[in-house]
């Protein structure tokens, strides 16, 4: 096993600081090592790649206490400055972002072990987002430039921040899904302290410099550590003004029980999901396999937005089964970096042992793992079995798994099916494949209702990251595309003024001055 120069690790990256205040901090308490499930020898063991800082509620509630200072009950420099000011720190930032693209992809790749063009593909999309994101908010800041009159009444609205937001990201987008978050809710006026992951957390560490380099004193702070021991305490304050977190539902509800005061607390979560995909009798198979194997086994199928069940129709399933277990076992595993390589050792030690329990917890109730290769496992990796058929009972029916493993489950009748999918503690997304209309429409119709992105034809996916990405029930609370993202970390708030003489010399005083940042009617090209 030989690793091409540029990705081999020499050297452990030991990370002792931390970002408060606008300063990269000294860490001199505990460190944890972060390890990868890569092996760097040809005798198989994890490979260490540095340390972070473990910090402690002490740490943490002083980063905080930075966050405040920044925001300053809405008075700080942050959340008053202009528009124009605010997009020039995140053009900086993103400018000083992209000198660091080999170090992040090359952490991507050995962190959690995503393959080299998706890894790649995440830092772009990452970039790009961001140069979507401020020209979406000069648009806002365009709309906004105006007066509206109404029954004697001017009013000059915009949209402006809600306070300290606590960030926290997922382990399988660390950059770009945490971005989603981070961005919009700074461009927006707010200040924010951010958790990376516990996988994906070094990656991190190259931007440091960037976002200290690039915003005001307190108003991005990076911490590390134990959630229980920083994210918790941080919220039992009650200072926290809005939990953005992307990960899991029992997550966002522990975190939200730790505040004082729920009531004040706005939330923008992107939670779990069992996204379906339905297999109807018309359907072409070649595509529906080509894409079900995507939509299932993109990146390991760790993706809240990864297909975890998919119903076939009875007079079909012979078929498809056997071209998409097959189909399965085609597939290459091997290290990111590997051409070709489509299954990746997998950043959780502990995941095998789990998909094995639900192969176990099936095949006891009555399925089989129908395709060769299915389970089998060596050190960092289970091969993923494609079971069938699953039924209600089973765990791999009812758990969201978050890897490598396929459950099929036969339907005869369409509105049993609806009521299943209705019954489901999930709504984010739906693939349908077929063609007849008459078969689709009332599928579509109802799905709309059920799930909040029904795909036609493809497999479910988050992107193109302008378009909504948000979900019903447990899976969301709040959007998250270019556009939304910028109004969940805001809220609607205005100046009003009767029409009278009076008030309109002092509003066209405040015009001609430009000594407010808020009345303004500047156009942003």
């Known amino acids: 096993m030989k690793i091409p120069e540029q990705f081999q690790i020499k050297e452990p990256l030991h990370h002792r600081t931390f970002l408060s205040n606008g300063e990269l901090k000294d860490w001199e308490g505990e460190t944890a090592e972060v390890y990868s499930t890569i092996s760097s020898t040809e005798d198989y063991k994890p490979t260490l790649l540095g340390s972070v800082p473990n910090m402690d509620e002490a740490s943490a509630l002083k980063v905080l206490a930075a966050a405040g200072d920044a925001y300053g009950k809405g008075k700080g420099a942050w959340p008053t400055m202009k528009v124009s000011d605010r997009i020039s720190c995140m053009e900086k930032f993103v400018e000083q972002m992209k000198t660091k693209r080999d170090e992040v992809v090359k952490l991507l790749m050995w962190e959690i072990g995503k393959n080299l063009p998706d890894s790649e593909k995440e830092f772009d999309r990452t970039v790009e987002y961001i140069y979507d994101t401020i020209e979406d908010y000069k648009q806002l800041d365009r709309d906004s430039a105006k007066f509206e009159k ?3 009444v001017y009013a000059h609205i915009r949209r402006g921040p809600l306070g300290i937001v606590l960030c926290l990201g997922p382990y399988n987008y660390p950059l770009n899904e945490t971005f ?12 924010a302290i951010f958790k990376p992951a516990k996988h994906g957390v070094l990656l991190i560490t190259p931007l440091l410099e960037a976002f200290r380099n690039s915003f005001p004193k307190g108003v991005v702070n990076i911490i590390f550590g134990r959630g229980r021991e920083v994210a918790a305490p941080i919220m039992k304050s009650g200072r926290i003004d809005v939990l953005a977190l992307i990960g899991n539902s029992q997550s966002a509800i522990a975190l939200q029980d730790q505040h004082p005061n729920k009531n004040r607390l706005r939330l923008v979560l992107g939670l779990e999901a ?34 975890k069940l998919i119903y076939v129709h009875e007079d079909i399933r012979e078929e498809f089964n056997k071209r998409f277990a097959a189909k399965v076992d085609t597939l290459k595993f091997g290290n990111p970096w590997d051409e070709g390589v489509k299954l990746t050792p997998l950043p959780d030690p502990e995941k095998p042992a789990y998909i094995q329990e639900l192969i176990d917890d099936a095949v006891a109730k009555g399925a089989k793992v129908i395709n060769k290769k299915g389970g089998e496992t060596i050190e960092n990796y289970i091969f993923p079995p494609v079971l069938y058929p699953v039924k209600e009972e089973m765990r791999a029916y009812q758990e969201e798994q978050f890897g490598p493993l396929i459950p099929i489950k036969p339907f005869n009748s369409i509105d049993d099916l609806l009521d299943e999918i209705a019954a489901s503690n999930y709504g984010q997304q739906v693939s349908i494949f077929g063609k007849d209309v008459y078969e689709l429409s009332p599928l579509i119709d109802t799905l709309v ?34 556009h939304d993202a910028l109004r969940s970390f805001s809220i609607r708030t205005f100046v009003a003024s009767k029409d009278n003489e009076y008030n309109l010399e002092i509003l066209e005083k405040l015009l001609e001055t430009k000594v407010s940042n808020f009345i303004s009617t500047d156009y942003i090209l």
């Open 449 to 482: 209702n059920l799930v909040c992105r029904v795909n036609l034809n493809s497999s479910c996916q988050r992107g193109p990251d302008v378009f909504p990405f948000t979900g019903r029930k447990d899976s969301a609370a709040g959007t998250l595309s270019v």
């Open 180 to 191: 989603a978050l981070l961005i919009p809710a700074l461009i927006m006026g707010n200040t």
């Open 150 to 152: 109404r029954d004697g």
């Open 274 to 307: 069992k996204n379906p995909a339905i297999i109807l009798p018309d359907a072409d198979l070649n595509l529906a396999v080509d894409e079900c194997i995507n939509g299932t086994l993109s990146f390991n199928g760790q993706r809240c937005t990864a297909l």
